[in-house]
């Protein structure tokens, strides 16, 4: 099975700065499209940035120019880091294929207002 493992996260001061790291496994990661999505409170899951596999990224455009998302191949790795945070960039982060297998269970950032 899929299986996602994020880490991470933490409560960041506003302004401040926060790398998230997920190690992936159960898929041909270099074959896939992966993504971070994140849920705040109340809210529904939004799709956050993506990362092919040759590299081509695309981000929500709340989070464009702050956030950037890497890949590592050879270590089924994926990266979110995440600057000048604010505090609508609360919420559970998790790591999946862009198309969704919900398998992670995410790690928390919490930036106070």
């Known amino acids: 099975q899929v299986r996602f493992v994020e880490s991470g996260g933490g409560l960041v001061q506003p302004g401040e700065s926060l790398r998230l790291s997920c190690v992936v496994s159960?898929?041909?990661?270099?074959?896939?499209?992966m993504a971070w999505y994140r849920q705040a409170p109340g809210n529904e899951r939004e799709l956050v940035a993506s990362?092919?596999?040759?590299?081509?990224?695309s981000y929500s455009d709340s989070v464009r120019g702050r956030f950037i998302i890497s890949r590592n191949n050879v270590y089924w790795r994926v990266y979110l880091q995440m600057n000048n945070l604010n505090r609508e960039d609360t919420a559970v982060y998790y790591c999946?294929?862009?198309?969704?297998?919900?398998w992670g269970q995410g790690t928390r950032v919490t930036v106070p207002s």
């Open positions: 990362i092919r596999p040759d590299g081509g990224t």
């Open positions: 159960g898929i041909n990661f270099k074959l896939y499209t």
């Open positions: 999946d294929l862009l198309s969704g297998t919900r």
